[in-house]
Protein backbone atom coordinates (compact mmCIF):
# COMPACT_ATOMS: atom_id res chain seq x y z
CA UNK A 1 0.00 0.00 0.00
CA UNK A 2 3.19 2.75 1.23
CA UNK A 3 5.02 1.38 -2.21
CA UNK A 4 1.74 2.02 -4.48
CA UNK A 5 1.01 5.33 -2.94
CA UNK A 6 4.50 6.36 -3.25
CA UNK A 7 4.66 5.38 -6.75
CA UNK A 8 1.99 7.29 -7.98
CA UNK A 9 2.37 10.96 -6.04
CA UNK A 10 6.20 10.67 -7.48
CA UNK A 11 4.41 10.63 -10.65
CA UNK A 12 2.39 13.96 -9.78
CA UNK A 13 5.38 15.75 -8.08
CA UNK A 14 7.17 15.17 -11.71
CA UNK A 15 4.14 16.70 -13.94
CA UNK A 16 4.17 19.58 -11.66
CA UNK A 17 7.74 20.05 -11.17
CA UNK A 18 7.63 20.05 -15.58
CA UNK A 19 5.51 23.07 -15.12
CA UNK A 20 7.35 24.69 -12.88
CA UNK A 21 10.46 24.25 -14.37
CA UNK A 22 8.68 26.04 -17.74
CA UNK A 23 7.49 29.03 -15.92
CA UNK A 24 11.27 29.15 -14.22
CA UNK A 25 12.60 29.04 -17.83
CA UNK A 26 10.41 32.34 -18.25
CA UNK A 27 12.41 34.15 -16.14
CA UNK A 28 15.18 35.03 -18.28
CA UNK A 29 12.73 36.31 -20.99
CA UNK A 30 11.26 38.90 -18.84
CA UNK A 31 12.28 42.25 -18.28
CA UNK A 32 10.00 45.37 -19.34
CA UNK A 33 7.76 42.70 -20.71
CA UNK A 34 7.41 40.21 -18.09
CA UNK A 35 5.50 43.15 -15.93
CA UNK A 36 3.17 44.23 -18.77
CA UNK A 37 -0.40 44.11 -19.23
CA UNK A 38 -0.39 41.37 -21.28
CA UNK A 39 1.61 39.40 -19.47
CA UNK A 40 -0.54 40.52 -16.00
CA UNK A 41 -3.42 38.45 -17.50
CA UNK A 42 -0.91 35.51 -17.85
CA UNK A 43 0.07 35.77 -14.46
CA UNK A 44 -2.88 35.80 -12.82
CA UNK A 45 -4.00 32.94 -14.70
CA UNK A 46 -0.45 31.43 -13.59
CA UNK A 47 -1.15 32.54 -9.72
CA UNK A 48 -4.63 30.97 -10.04
CA UNK A 49 -3.61 27.81 -11.02
CA UNK A 50 -0.37 27.59 -8.84
CA UNK A 51 -2.90 28.22 -5.82
CA UNK A 52 -5.02 25.88 -6.10
CA UNK A 53 -1.71 23.29 -7.43
CA UNK A 54 -0.33 24.28 -4.26
CA UNK A 55 -3.50 23.70 -2.63
CA UNK A 56 -4.48 20.36 -3.90
CA UNK A 57 -0.79 19.20 -3.67
CA UNK A 58 -1.26 19.94 0.00
CA UNK A 59 -4.52 17.58 0.27
CA UNK A 60 -3.14 14.69 -1.58
CA UNK A 61 0.19 13.89 -0.35
CA UNK A 62 -1.48 13.09 3.10
CA UNK A 63 -2.61 9.70 1.22
CA UNK A 64 0.55 8.43 1.22
CA UNK A 65 1.75 9.99 4.54
CA UNK A 66 -1.31 8.23 6.41
CA UNK A 67 -0.36 4.92 5.18
CA UNK A 68 3.39 5.47 7.13
CA UNK A 69 2.31 7.10 10.34
CA UNK A 70 -1.65 5.93 10.33
CA UNK A 71 -4.25 8.03 12.26
CA UNK A 72 -2.70 8.50 15.24
CA UNK A 73 0.36 9.68 13.48
CA UNK A 74 -2.14 12.29 11.37
CA UNK A 75 -3.54 13.33 14.49
CA UNK A 76 0.15 14.08 16.31
CA UNK A 77 0.73 16.06 12.69
CA UNK A 78 -2.01 18.09 13.19
CA UNK A 79 -1.39 19.00 17.43
CA UNK A 80 1.64 20.49 15.63
CA UNK A 81 -0.04 22.30 12.51
CA UNK A 82 -3.03 23.83 13.80
CA UNK A 83 -1.34 25.89 15.87
CA UNK A 84 1.32 27.29 13.67
CA UNK A 85 -0.59 27.86 10.76
CA UNK A 86 -2.90 30.24 12.89
CA UNK A 87 0.15 31.91 14.23
CA UNK A 88 1.54 32.24 10.80
CA UNK A 89 -1.69 33.77 9.94
CA UNK A 90 -1.09 36.23 12.58
CA UNK A 91 2.24 36.93 12.26
CA UNK A 92 1.40 38.10 8.37
CA UNK A 93 -1.55 39.57 8.76
CA UNK A 94 -2.42 39.14 5.31
CA UNK A 95 0.48 41.01 3.99
CA UNK A 96 0.97 39.71 0.59
CA UNK A 97 -2.56 41.02 -0.42
CA UNK A 98 -2.17 44.00 1.46
CA UNK A 99 1.51 45.01 0.21
CA UNK A 100 0.51 44.26 -3.92
CA UNK A 101 -2.59 46.66 -2.77
CA UNK A 102 -0.28 49.36 -1.10
CA UNK A 103 2.66 49.51 -3.82
CA UNK A 104 -0.04 49.10 -6.96
CA UNK A 105 -1.68 52.22 -5.48
CA UNK A 106 1.64 54.26 -5.06
CA UNK A 107 3.28 53.15 -8.32
CA UNK A 108 0.22 54.36 -10.03
CA UNK A 109 0.89 57.64 -8.83
CA UNK A 110 4.40 57.53 -9.86
CA UNK A 111 5.80 56.87 -6.42
CA UNK A 112 8.60 53.75 -6.42
CA UNK A 113 10.21 54.94 -3.69
CA UNK A 114 7.44 54.29 -0.94
CA UNK A 115 7.05 51.02 -2.23
CA UNK A 116 10.32 50.30 -2.20
CA UNK A 117 10.69 51.80 1.74
CA UNK A 118 7.89 49.37 2.37
CA UNK A 119 9.47 46.42 0.68
CA UNK A 120 13.20 47.53 3.39
CA UNK A 121 10.99 47.94 6.73
CA UNK A 122 8.54 45.34 5.59
CA UNK A 123 11.18 42.50 5.74
CA UNK A 124 12.64 43.80 8.71
CA UNK A 125 9.44 43.82 10.83
CA UNK A 126 8.07 40.44 9.16
CA UNK A 127 11.16 38.78 10.47
CA UNK A 128 10.85 40.24 13.75
CA UNK A 129 7.21 39.74 13.55
CA UNK A 130 8.11 35.68 12.95
CA UNK A 131 10.76 35.88 15.44
CA UNK A 132 8.14 36.41 17.99
CA UNK A 133 6.02 34.00 16.94
CA UNK A 134 7.98 31.47 16.91
CA UNK A 135 9.41 32.29 20.55
CA UNK A 136 6.07 32.33 21.78
CA UNK A 137 4.91 28.51 20.38
CA UNK A 138 8.70 27.30 20.66
CA UNK A 139 7.70 27.75 24.49
CA UNK A 140 4.11 27.77 25.10
CA UNK A 141 4.21 24.27 23.34
CA UNK A 142 4.65 22.16 27.06
CA UNK A 143 1.24 24.79 27.70
CA UNK A 144 -0.39 23.31 24.59
CA UNK A 145 0.44 19.99 24.71
CA UNK A 146 -0.75 20.07 28.17
CA UNK A 147 -4.35 21.26 26.66
CA UNK A 148 -4.53 18.62 23.96
CA UNK A 149 -4.41 15.45 26.26
CA UNK A 150 -5.24 16.54 30.18
CA UNK A 151 -4.70 12.79 30.97
CA UNK A 152 -2.26 11.07 29.14
CA UNK A 153 -1.33 7.13 28.85
CA UNK A 154 1.41 6.72 26.61
CA UNK A 155 0.80 3.48 26.02
CA UNK A 156 -2.30 4.09 24.21
CA UNK A 157 -1.83 7.32 22.04
CA UNK A 158 0.94 9.78 21.85
CA UNK A 159 3.20 10.68 24.63
CA UNK A 160 3.02 14.37 25.95
CA UNK A 161 6.83 14.64 24.89
CA UNK A 162 6.31 13.69 21.19
CA UNK A 163 3.66 16.72 20.55
CA UNK A 164 5.97 18.91 22.53
CA UNK A 165 8.68 17.89 20.25
CA UNK A 166 6.06 18.72 16.81
CA UNK A 167 5.49 21.77 18.20
CA UNK A 168 8.64 23.38 18.43
CA UNK A 169 9.74 21.62 15.15
CA UNK A 170 7.63 23.15 12.89
CA UNK A 171 7.67 26.35 14.80
CA UNK A 172 11.08 27.11 13.31
CA UNK A 173 9.38 27.94 9.64
CA UNK A 174 8.05 31.12 11.31
CA UNK A 175 11.34 32.23 11.97
CA UNK A 176 11.65 32.40 7.63
CA UNK A 177 8.16 32.30 5.92
CA UNK A 178 6.55 35.39 7.44
CA UNK A 179 9.30 37.66 5.56
CA UNK A 180 8.73 36.14 2.40
CA UNK A 181 5.35 37.63 2.14
CA UNK A 182 6.56 40.92 2.05
CA UNK A 183 8.64 40.25 -1.34
CA UNK A 184 5.66 37.89 -3.15
CA UNK A 185 3.54 41.05 -2.41
CA UNK A 186 6.09 43.49 -3.56
CA UNK A 187 6.30 41.06 -6.85
CA UNK A 188 2.61 41.38 -7.32
CA UNK A 189 1.92 45.40 -6.69
CA UNK A 190 4.14 45.23 -10.03
CA UNK A 191 1.38 42.86 -11.24
CA UNK A 192 4.46 40.05 -11.76
CA UNK A 193 2.58 37.07 -10.23
CA UNK A 194 5.20 34.46 -11.25
CA UNK A 195 7.26 35.06 -8.25
CA UNK A 196 4.42 34.08 -6.00
CA UNK A 197 3.08 31.25 -8.38
CA UNK A 198 6.28 29.35 -8.71
CA UNK A 199 7.59 29.80 -4.96
CA UNK A 200 4.38 28.73 -3.94
CA UNK A 201 4.34 25.43 -5.41
CA UNK A 202 7.77 24.43 -5.37
CA UNK A 203 7.53 25.47 -1.65
CA UNK A 204 4.82 22.53 -1.30
CA UNK A 205 6.63 20.15 -3.37
CA UNK A 206 9.82 20.41 -1.23
CA UNK A 207 8.12 20.45 1.95
CA UNK A 208 6.00 17.21 0.64
CA UNK A 209 9.25 15.44 -0.51
CA UNK A 210 10.74 16.35 2.79
CA UNK A 211 7.71 15.09 4.74
CA UNK A 212 7.54 11.88 2.93
CA UNK A 213 11.49 11.24 2.51
CA UNK A 214 11.70 11.97 6.46
CA UNK A 215 8.92 9.80 7.86
CA UNK A 216 9.98 6.41 5.21
CA UNK A 217 13.60 7.00 5.97
CA UNK A 218 12.88 7.34 9.93
CA UNK A 219 10.29 4.58 10.09
CA UNK A 220 11.35 1.89 7.27
CA UNK A 221 15.35 2.52 7.56
CA UNK A 222 15.92 3.90 10.82
CA UNK A 223 13.21 1.87 12.60
CA UNK A 224 12.69 4.76 14.53
CA UNK A 225 9.49 5.76 16.07
CA UNK A 226 6.33 7.37 14.42
CA UNK A 227 6.89 10.48 17.09
CA UNK A 228 10.41 11.12 15.28
CA UNK A 229 8.55 10.81 12.12
CA UNK A 230 6.15 13.16 12.22
CA UNK A 231 8.18 15.81 14.24
CA UNK A 232 10.78 15.71 11.11
CA UNK A 233 7.89 15.80 9.17
CA UNK A 234 6.39 19.02 10.28
CA UNK A 235 9.95 20.30 9.55
CA UNK A 236 9.26 20.51 6.31
CA UNK A 237 7.66 23.55 6.53
CA UNK A 238 10.99 25.06 7.18
CA UNK A 239 12.45 23.23 4.11
CA UNK A 240 10.02 24.01 1.71
CA UNK A 241 10.16 27.71 2.79
CA UNK A 242 14.19 27.39 2.18
CA UNK A 243 13.26 26.11 -1.36
CA UNK A 244 10.95 29.53 -1.88
CA UNK A 245 13.19 31.83 -0.80
CA UNK A 246 15.40 30.38 -3.51
CA UNK A 247 13.12 31.24 -6.17
CA UNK A 248 12.23 34.60 -5.11
CA UNK A 249 16.05 35.48 -5.22
CA UNK A 250 16.42 34.15 -8.37
CA UNK A 251 13.22 36.13 -9.53
CA UNK A 252 14.67 39.42 -7.94
CA UNK A 253 18.46 38.53 -9.09
CA UNK A 254 16.48 38.69 -13.11
CA UNK A 255 14.17 41.66 -12.06
CA UNK A 256 15.95 44.02 -9.63
CA UNK A 257 17.37 46.24 -12.61
CA UNK A 258 13.74 46.59 -13.89
CA UNK A 259 12.61 47.35 -10.40
CA UNK A 260 14.96 49.94 -9.85
CA UNK A 261 14.84 51.99 -12.88
CA UNK A 262 10.98 52.45 -12.14
CA UNK A 263 12.44 53.81 -8.64
CA UNK A 264 14.69 56.16 -10.09
CA UNK A 265 12.58 57.85 -12.67
CA UNK A 266 9.53 58.17 -9.65
CA UNK A 267 7.67 61.38 -10.14
CA UNK A 268 6.96 62.22 -7.18
CA UNK A 269 7.47 60.91 -3.22
CA UNK A 270 4.86 61.19 -1.09
CA UNK A 271 7.41 60.93 1.81
CA UNK A 272 4.65 58.30 3.60
CA UNK A 273 5.17 57.68 7.76
CA UNK A 274 6.19 54.61 8.46
CA UNK A 275 3.39 54.67 11.21
CA UNK A 276 0.87 55.65 8.10
CA UNK A 277 2.21 52.92 5.71
CA UNK A 278 1.63 50.49 8.57
CA UNK A 279 -1.94 51.83 9.33
CA UNK A 280 -2.78 51.28 5.72
CA UNK A 281 -1.53 48.06 5.53
CA UNK A 282 -3.68 46.93 8.43
CA UNK A 283 -6.88 48.40 6.83
CA UNK A 284 -6.35 46.60 3.88
CA UNK A 285 -5.57 43.11 5.15
CA UNK A 286 -6.89 42.67 8.75
CA UNK A 287 -10.39 41.62 7.66
CA UNK A 288 -9.58 39.52 5.19
CA UNK A 289 -6.67 37.94 7.23
CA UNK A 290 -9.44 37.25 10.24
CA UNK A 291 -11.68 35.50 7.69
CA UNK A 292 -9.21 33.29 6.31
CA UNK A 293 -8.57 31.80 10.23
CA UNK A 294 -11.83 30.69 9.98
CA UNK A 295 -11.02 27.10 9.39
CA UNK A 296 -8.19 27.08 11.35
CA UNK A 297 -9.84 28.47 14.36
CA UNK A 298 -12.49 25.85 14.15
CA UNK A 299 -9.94 23.43 14.20
CA UNK A 300 -8.15 24.97 16.98
CA UNK A 301 -11.32 24.49 18.89
CA UNK A 302 -11.26 20.76 17.87
CA UNK A 303 -8.11 20.34 18.80
CA UNK A 304 -8.34 21.15 22.62
CA UNK A 305 -11.90 19.79 23.14
CA UNK A 306 -11.91 16.54 20.85
CA UNK A 307 -9.81 14.15 22.88
CA UNK A 308 -10.58 15.32 26.11
CA UNK A 309 -14.53 14.95 25.62
CA UNK A 310 -14.12 12.09 24.45
CA UNK A 311 -11.97 10.24 27.01
CA UNK A 312 -14.13 12.18 29.67
CA UNK A 313 -17.51 10.40 27.97
CA UNK A 314 -15.74 7.15 29.40
CA UNK A 315 -15.92 5.39 26.29
CA UNK A 316 -12.68 6.18 24.49
CA UNK A 317 -9.47 5.25 25.74
CA UNK A 318 -6.67 8.21 24.76
CA UNK A 319 -5.53 5.87 21.91
CA UNK A 320 -9.19 5.56 20.62
CA UNK A 321 -9.80 8.76 20.82
CA UNK A 322 -6.58 10.15 18.90
CA UNK A 323 -7.10 7.77 15.83
CA UNK A 324 -10.98 9.33 15.59
CA UNK A 325 -9.03 12.87 15.88
CA UNK A 326 -6.74 11.88 13.07
CA UNK A 327 -9.44 10.98 11.07
CA UNK A 328 -11.64 14.06 11.44
CA UNK A 329 -8.72 16.23 11.21
CA UNK A 330 -6.37 14.68 9.67
CA UNK A 331 -8.10 12.28 6.99
CA UNK A 332 -11.72 13.65 6.23
CA UNK A 333 -10.89 17.00 6.45
CA UNK A 334 -8.14 16.49 4.08
CA UNK A 335 -10.82 14.84 1.56
CA UNK A 336 -14.17 17.43 2.26
CA UNK A 337 -11.48 20.42 1.24
CA UNK A 338 -11.11 18.63 -2.40
CA UNK A 339 -14.50 19.62 -3.61
CA UNK A 340 -14.09 23.18 -1.33
CA UNK A 341 -11.13 23.31 -3.71
CA UNK A 342 -12.68 22.91 -6.94
CA UNK A 343 -15.79 24.88 -6.39
CA UNK A 344 -13.91 27.79 -5.00
CA UNK A 345 -11.76 27.38 -8.53
CA UNK A 346 -14.54 27.80 -10.22
CA UNK A 347 -16.04 30.84 -8.83
CA UNK A 348 -12.92 33.38 -8.36
CA UNK A 349 -13.28 34.23 -11.98
CA UNK A 350 -16.08 36.13 -11.02
CA UNK A 351 -15.64 37.50 -7.80
CA UNK A 352 -13.07 40.24 -9.14
CA UNK A 353 -15.84 41.70 -11.55
CA UNK A 354 -18.26 42.11 -8.72
CA UNK A 355 -16.19 45.35 -7.51
CA UNK A 356 -16.35 46.69 -10.34
CA UNK A 357 -20.31 46.41 -10.56
CA UNK A 358 -20.65 47.72 -6.93
CA UNK A 359 -18.16 50.61 -7.46
CA UNK A 360 -20.08 51.55 -11.00
CA UNK A 361 -23.39 51.02 -9.09
CA UNK A 362 -24.30 48.45 -11.76
CA UNK A 363 -27.27 46.64 -9.67
CA UNK A 364 -28.44 44.80 -11.93
CA UNK A 365 -25.33 43.34 -13.42
CA UNK A 366 -24.11 42.85 -9.70
CA UNK A 367 -26.94 40.68 -8.80
CA UNK A 368 -26.50 38.95 -11.53
CA UNK A 369 -22.90 37.86 -11.05
CA UNK A 370 -23.81 37.11 -7.13
CA UNK A 371 -26.38 34.78 -8.87
CA UNK A 372 -23.93 33.02 -10.85
CA UNK A 373 -21.75 32.82 -7.89
CA UNK A 374 -24.18 31.02 -5.91
CA UNK A 375 -24.94 28.76 -8.48
CA UNK A 376 -21.40 27.55 -9.37
CA UNK A 377 -20.77 26.91 -5.73
CA UNK A 378 -23.72 24.87 -5.29
CA UNK A 379 -23.82 22.75 -8.13
CA UNK A 380 -20.71 21.91 -7.32
CA UNK A 381 -20.36 21.55 -3.88
CA UNK A 382 -23.57 19.50 -2.98
CA UNK A 383 -23.51 16.58 -5.27
CA UNK A 384 -19.74 16.09 -4.20
CA UNK A 385 -20.68 16.16 -0.27
CA UNK A 386 -23.41 14.11 -1.05
CA UNK A 387 -21.80 11.87 -2.93
CA UNK A 388 -18.96 11.35 -0.47
CA UNK A 389 -21.33 10.89 2.17
CA UNK A 390 -22.49 7.94 0.72
CA UNK A 391 -19.36 6.28 -0.56
CA UNK A 392 -17.35 7.49 2.56
CA UNK A 393 -16.64 3.84 4.00
CA UNK A 394 -14.81 2.85 0.21
CA UNK A 395 -13.55 6.04 -0.13
CA UNK A 396 -11.92 5.74 3.39
CA UNK A 397 -10.65 2.48 2.73
CA UNK A 398 -9.53 3.03 -0.92
CA UNK A 399 -7.16 6.19 0.64
CA UNK A 400 -6.45 5.68 3.98
CA UNK A 401 -6.68 1.80 4.16
CA UNK A 402 -8.63 -0.95 5.68
CA UNK A 403 -7.26 -0.46 9.50
CA UNK A 404 -8.96 2.25 10.32
CA UNK A 405 -12.38 1.94 7.71
CA UNK A 406 -14.62 1.88 10.43
CA UNK A 407 -14.01 5.18 12.53
CA UNK A 408 -12.74 7.08 9.30
CA UNK A 409 -15.69 6.33 7.11
CA UNK A 410 -18.10 6.86 10.31
CA UNK A 411 -16.56 10.49 10.48
CA UNK A 412 -16.31 11.47 7.13
CA UNK A 413 -20.01 10.49 6.47
CA UNK A 414 -20.92 12.63 9.17
CA UNK A 415 -18.32 15.39 8.31
CA UNK A 416 -18.95 15.55 4.31
CA UNK A 417 -22.08 18.10 4.75
CA UNK A 418 -19.77 20.67 6.00
CA UNK A 419 -18.01 21.03 2.56
CA UNK A 420 -20.71 23.21 0.95
CA UNK A 421 -20.52 25.56 3.97
CA UNK A 422 -17.06 25.92 3.98
CA UNK A 423 -17.43 26.58 -0.03
CA UNK A 424 -20.70 29.04 0.76
CA UNK A 425 -18.63 30.56 3.63
CA UNK A 426 -15.32 31.63 1.34
CA UNK A 427 -17.70 32.99 -1.41
CA UNK A 428 -20.05 34.96 0.55
CA UNK A 429 -17.04 36.32 2.67
CA UNK A 430 -15.45 37.24 -0.79
CA UNK A 431 -18.57 38.92 -2.38
CA UNK A 432 -18.82 40.97 0.97
CA UNK A 433 -15.30 42.08 -0.11
CA UNK A 434 -16.35 43.57 -3.46
CA UNK A 435 -19.35 45.42 -1.83
CA UNK A 436 -16.89 46.68 1.02
CA UNK A 437 -19.04 45.21 3.65
CA UNK A 438 -16.24 42.93 4.77
CA UNK A 439 -16.58 43.98 8.39
CA UNK A 440 -19.99 41.56 8.40
CA UNK A 441 -18.16 38.49 7.39
CA UNK A 442 -15.61 39.35 10.55
CA UNK A 443 -18.85 39.06 12.57
CA UNK A 444 -20.17 36.81 11.00
CA UNK A 445 -17.15 34.15 12.02
CA UNK A 446 -17.10 35.65 15.44
CA UNK A 447 -20.61 34.12 15.83
CA UNK A 448 -19.57 30.97 13.99
CA UNK A 449 -17.11 30.56 16.47
CA UNK A 450 -18.74 31.43 19.71
CA UNK A 451 -21.73 28.96 18.73
CA UNK A 452 -18.72 26.35 17.71
CA UNK A 453 -17.07 27.13 21.13
CA UNK A 454 -20.12 26.68 23.22
CA UNK A 455 -21.51 23.25 21.41
CA UNK A 456 -18.28 21.33 20.38
CA UNK A 457 -17.12 19.73 23.99
CA UNK A 458 -21.30 19.33 24.60
CA UNK A 459 -21.59 17.61 21.63
CA UNK A 460 -18.50 15.34 21.86
CA UNK A 461 -19.19 14.53 24.83
CA UNK A 462 -23.02 13.55 24.48
CA UNK A 463 -22.88 11.80 21.04
CA UNK A 464 -19.16 10.84 20.11
CA UNK A 465 -16.48 12.12 17.07
CA UNK A 466 -19.51 13.00 15.11
CA UNK A 467 -20.30 16.00 17.73
CA UNK A 468 -17.08 18.03 15.73
CA UNK A 469 -18.89 17.81 12.90
CA UNK A 470 -22.04 18.69 13.82
CA UNK A 471 -20.80 21.68 15.83
CA UNK A 472 -18.79 22.99 12.91
CA UNK A 473 -22.18 22.38 10.78
CA UNK A 474 -24.28 24.26 12.83
CA UNK A 475 -21.28 27.10 13.62
CA UNK A 476 -20.39 27.60 10.04
CA UNK A 477 -24.47 27.52 9.12
CA UNK A 478 -24.95 30.21 11.58
CA UNK A 479 -22.21 32.44 9.79
CA UNK A 480 -22.91 31.81 6.22
CA UNK A 481 -26.54 32.58 6.77
CA UNK A 482 -25.23 36.15 8.51
CA UNK A 483 -22.96 36.30 4.83
CA UNK A 484 -25.96 35.48 3.09
CA UNK A 485 -28.45 37.90 4.96
CA UNK A 486 -26.05 40.71 4.60
CA UNK A 487 -25.41 40.62 1.11
CA UNK A 488 -29.63 40.29 0.08
CA UNK A 489 -29.23 43.62 2.38
CA UNK A 490 -26.39 45.51 1.02
CA UNK A 491 -26.34 44.32 -2.51
CA UNK A 492 -30.51 44.18 -3.03
CA UNK A 493 -30.23 40.83 -3.90
CA UNK A 494 -33.69 38.20 -3.91
CA UNK A 495 -32.85 34.51 -2.93
CA UNK A 496 -36.11 33.27 -4.66
CA UNK A 497 -34.35 32.30 -7.90
CA UNK A 498 -31.70 30.85 -5.90
CA UNK A 499 -33.93 29.23 -4.23
CA UNK A 500 -35.82 27.05 -6.68
CA UNK A 501 -32.08 26.12 -8.22
CA UNK A 502 -30.85 24.95 -5.20
CA UNK A 503 -33.75 22.26 -4.77
CA UNK A 504 -33.41 21.40 -8.31
CA UNK A 505 -29.83 20.36 -7.25
CA UNK A 506 -30.86 18.92 -4.22
CA UNK A 507 -33.07 16.70 -6.22
CA UNK A 508 -31.07 15.99 -8.72
CA UNK A 509 -27.92 14.59 -6.06
CA UNK A 510 -30.66 12.92 -3.94
CA UNK A 511 -31.36 11.00 -7.43
CA UNK A 512 -27.49 10.77 -7.78
CA UNK A 513 -27.41 9.38 -4.18
CA UNK A 514 -29.86 6.69 -4.96
CA UNK A 515 -28.01 5.58 -7.81
CA UNK A 516 -24.75 5.24 -6.28
CA UNK A 517 -26.58 3.17 -3.51
CA UNK A 518 -27.95 0.75 -5.44
CA UNK A 519 -24.63 0.31 -7.40
CA UNK A 520 -22.20 0.36 -4.73
CA UNK A 521 -24.55 -2.32 -2.55
CA UNK A 522 -24.24 -4.16 -5.49
CA UNK A 523 -21.10 -4.14 -5.67
CA UNK A 524 -20.26 -5.14 -2.31
CA UNK A 525 -21.73 -8.01 -2.93
CA UNK A 526 -19.19 -9.32 -5.46
CA UNK A 527 -16.17 -7.38 -3.80
CA UNK A 528 -16.60 -6.74 0.09
CA UNK A 529 -14.09 -4.07 1.65
CA UNK A 530 -11.75 -6.20 3.01
CA UNK A 531 -8.56 -5.37 0.31
CA UNK A 532 -7.94 -2.34 -1.18
CA UNK A 533 -8.25 -3.51 -4.87
CA UNK A 534 -11.88 -4.53 -3.98
CA UNK A 535 -12.35 -0.50 -2.16
CA UNK A 536 -10.90 0.62 -5.66
CA UNK A 537 -13.59 -1.29 -7.68
CA UNK A 538 -16.52 0.04 -5.30
CA UNK A 539 -15.38 3.32 -5.38
CA UNK A 540 -14.86 3.06 -9.41
CA UNK A 541 -18.18 1.95 -10.35
CA UNK A 542 -20.05 3.91 -7.60
CA UNK A 543 -18.88 7.00 -9.02
CA UNK A 544 -19.09 6.25 -12.60
CA UNK A 545 -23.06 5.79 -11.96
CA UNK A 546 -23.18 8.81 -10.09
CA UNK A 547 -21.43 10.99 -11.88
CA UNK A 548 -23.27 9.48 -14.78
CA UNK A 549 -26.79 9.95 -13.38
CA UNK A 550 -26.51 13.94 -12.05
CA UNK A 551 -24.63 14.98 -15.31
CA UNK A 552 -27.33 13.31 -17.22
CA UNK A 553 -30.23 15.10 -14.97
CA UNK A 554 -28.24 18.57 -15.08
CA UNK A 555 -27.75 18.89 -18.57
CA UNK A 556 -31.27 17.33 -20.01
CA UNK A 557 -32.80 19.93 -17.40
CA UNK A 558 -31.05 22.54 -19.11
CA UNK A 559 -29.84 23.32 -15.69
CA UNK A 560 -25.79 22.43 -16.27
CA UNK A 561 -25.95 25.09 -18.94
CA UNK A 562 -27.79 28.01 -16.90
CA UNK A 563 -25.11 27.46 -13.57
CA UNK A 564 -22.31 27.17 -15.85
CA UNK A 565 -23.63 29.72 -18.61
CA UNK A 566 -20.18 30.28 -21.43
CA UNK A 567 -17.65 28.39 -19.42
CA UNK A 568 -19.52 24.98 -20.86
CA UNK A 569 -21.59 26.84 -24.22
CA UNK A 570 -21.75 22.87 -25.30
CA UNK A 571 -24.26 22.11 -22.38
CA UNK A 572 -26.73 24.80 -23.78
CA UNK A 573 -26.59 23.60 -27.58
CA UNK A 574 -27.33 20.06 -26.11
CA UNK A 575 -30.45 20.60 -24.31
CA UNK A 576 -31.87 22.86 -27.41
CA UNK A 577 -31.04 19.51 -29.66
Same mark, same amino acid.
Given at each position: %?????????????????????? /?????????????????? @??????????? *?? $?????????????????????????????????????????????????? #??????????????? @??????? %???????????????????????????????????????? &?????????????? %?????? +?????????????????????????????????????????????????????????????????????????????????????????????? /??????????????????????????????? %????????? /????????? $???????????????????????????????????????????? &??????????????????????? *?????? @????????????????????? #?????????????????????????????????? +???????????? #????????????????????????????????????????????????????????????????????????? $???????????? &????????????????????????
Amino acid at each position: %MVKFLEVHFVRLLFYTTTFIII /ELDNIHFTGDEGMSDSKF @LRGTAILSMAT *FL $SKFLGMIYIFPFAAMVGQQGLALYQYGYTPYTILLSLATLGVPMAVSKFV #SKYNALGDYLSGQRL @LRSGIVF %MTISGFAAFLLLFFSAPVIAGWIITDPNEMQGNAISDVIF &TIRMVSIALLLIPA %MSVIRG +YFQGFRSMGPTAVSQVIEQIVRIVFILSAAYAILYIGDGKIGTAVGFATFGAFIGGLGALVVLIIYWQKRKGFIQQHVEESTTDYHIPLSSMYK /ELISYALPLSFVGLAIPLFQLIDMFTFNNAL %MASGNFTQG /EAETAYGAF $SGAAHKLILIPVAIATAMSVTLIPTITESFTNKDKQLLRSQVTQ &TYQVIVFLSIPAAVGMAVLAYPT *FALLFG @LDDMEIGGYILRYYAPVAVLF #SLFSVTGAILQGINKQKYAVISLLLGLAVKGGTA +YLLLYTIGPIGA #SVSTFIGFGAAVLLNMWAIGKFADFQYGKLLKRTLLVLLFSLCMALAVILVKEGALTLFPLNSWFHAFLVEMF $SVIAGAGVYFIL &TVRSGLAGIVLGERFSILKREREQ
